[in-house]
Each structure stands twice: as structure tokens, then as C-alpha cells.
């Protein structure tokens, strides 16, 4: 039963914090062993994981089936290959090689030394600072209209450092969107684009270790997690969506900047085991 009520727990926190550039993993590895749950592992972190990305694809249903519509109908007919909807379809294709390529080459990397405390509570300080200079410096003139190939694989680049705990998926990809120039909920509308074929892939391939490998629970608590992610992570897009419209990332940032030095120093006192 105790295994049950964490799984709701840790379920709430990955659907608050999937879509936040604040990390989700970062929280689902932090926050467990401040509670003195321990480690749910890797393969936890990433199955759950597919209930928010199922949560955006429910949210973004109409334009994820005309992306895939546009995208097969360009590969049989040129004249649709100019459309922004297949060049989208190619964008997240590319966007996501990185990350994919990455995650396979260091998935051992990933599962052990990558979930150190002290390397995750620097990164989320790092990113902090980087979304705020990106946030500052960024303009805001271009439109997924003028979203390129090269931004697109720049940007899929930027979410491939999301391997490491603590960067923020949806934190790097919207950083290198400002810093390239991409008005706010641009950034934010191709970053849940892009991160659904990564975290899905991550999550199916990990299913694997569900029953034993490093993860914490069982079945019956990674799927309620899962579910419980999903629900509120549905609600955590639309709310991002109209808060990246009017409002800054300011708030993000200082939190990442805390929450990151408030991990380095439960560490080094010995509060919590790194």
C-alpha cells in the first residue's frame, strides 16, 4: 500500500514538473530521497514519463494528425513538401536523432553516474542561469513559420543534454529557442512537439526493467504513477501554453537556482546521500 500512495506522489510531481523547464527527472530523483524513499531509478523516471507525453498528444491531437497527414502526403507529392506541416514532420524527425543516438550510447552512463545528486543539483543551477540569459538576451521575432532545419536540429541538440538530470528537457530545448530568436510559446509549442517521439521511445525501451532492473516499484505502482502523471500533466500544458504568452521565465529560473543549492547543500552536510 506504501508502495501505491509514493506512486501517487511521484506521479503528481512528474506531471507538474514535465512540461516546467525545471525538471522533472531531476524532482523525481531529489525529492524521493529527501522523503527517504531512495532511488526509484531510471527506468521508473522514464516510463512515467509516457503518461505526460500521452498527455500532449491528446492536447495536441488536431496538430500532431495534421503534421503526419501533411508529412505522408509530401512524400508521395512534391508539391506539399514546401508545407510547414511536412517540413514540421521532418523538423521532429531530425530534431529528436540526437537525443535518440545519445541515449543509447550512454544508457548505462545515464542510469548510474548521471543520477548523482552533486551533478544534479549543479546542472539545474547551470541551467538556471542559462534559460535567464537566454530569456534576457533572446529576441522574440520569429514564428514556427520561419522555424528552419538547422533551428530545428539546434534545438533537438539542446534536448539531448536532458539525459543528464537537472537540465530540463523542455529547459534546453526553450533556451536554445530564445537564444535563436523564437518568440516564447513558439519555443514552447515545438519543444512538447519534439520531445513526444524521445520520451516515448525512452519510456517503451525501459519497460523492460520495470519488473526488476533499478527500478524502485513494481508494475502495479509504475502504471498508477503513469496514469496520475498524465492527468495532471494535461492540465500543466494549458497552463504553461497562456503563462509563456504574457510572462517571463524568471520565476523558473530562480527556483532552479534554489532548488539546485538546496540539493548541493543536503548533500554536502550528509542531510542526504548523493
Do not use: C
Amino acid at each position: 500500500m506504501v508502495d501505491y500512495l509514493q506512486a501517487i506522489v511521484l506521479g503528481i510531481i512528474q506531471g507538474l514538473t514535465e512540461f516546467l523547464p525545471i525538471s522533472s527527472s531531476a524532482h523525481l530523483r531529489i525529492l524521493p530521497e529527501v522523503f527517504g524513499w531512495g532511488d526509484p531509478g531510471a527506468a521508473f523516471t522514464a516510463v512515467i514519463q509516457i503518461g505526460t507525453e500521452l498527455a500532449v498528444l491528446l492536447y495536441f491531437w488536431r496538430d500532431i494528425w495534421r503534421i503526419a497527414a501533411m508529412w505522408l502526403r509530401s512524400l508521395f507529392k512534391a508539391e506539399y513538401r514546401g508545407h510547414l506541416d511536412a517540413r514540421m514532420g521532418w523538423f521532429i524527425i531530425f530534431g529528436s536523432v540526437p537525443i535518440v543516438v545519445l541515449g543509447v550510447l550512454f544508457q548505462d552512463t545515464i542510469k548510474s553516474e548521471f543520477r548523482s545528486l552533486w551533478l544534479i543539483g549543479t546542472t539545474l543551477i547551470v541551467g538556471g542561469l542559462v534559460l535567464g540569459l537566454a530569456d534576457r538576451v533572446g529576441s522574440t521575432d520569429k514564428t514556427l513559420k520561419q522555424l528552419s532545419l538547422r533551428d530545428a536540429l539546434l534545438m533537438g541538440v539542446a534536448q539531448a543534454f536532458a539525459l543528464i538530470p537537472g537540465v530540463s528537457r523542455s529547459g534546453a530545448t526553450l533556451s536554445m529557442g530564445r537564444f535563436l530568436g523564437y518568440e516564447r510559446e513558439t519555443a514552447t509549442r515545438y519543444a512538447f512537439l519534439l520531445a513526444i517521439p524521445a520520451v516515448i521511445g525512452a519510456g517503451v525501451f525501459e519497460l523492460k526493467d520495470v519488473p526488476d532492473g533499478d527500478n524502485l516499484y513494481g508494475w502495479g505502482p509504475t502504471i498508477l504513477a503513469t496514469v496520475v502523471s498524465f492527468a495532471i500533466g494535461y492540465a500543466a500544458i494549458a497552463w504553461l501554453l497562456r503563462y509563456v504568452s504574457t510572462h517571463s521565465y524568471t520565476p523558473f529560473v530562480v527556483y532552479r537556482i534554489a532548488l539546485g543549492a538546496a540539493t548541493l547543500l543536503l548533500v554536502a552536510t550528509g542531510a542526504i546521500a548523493a
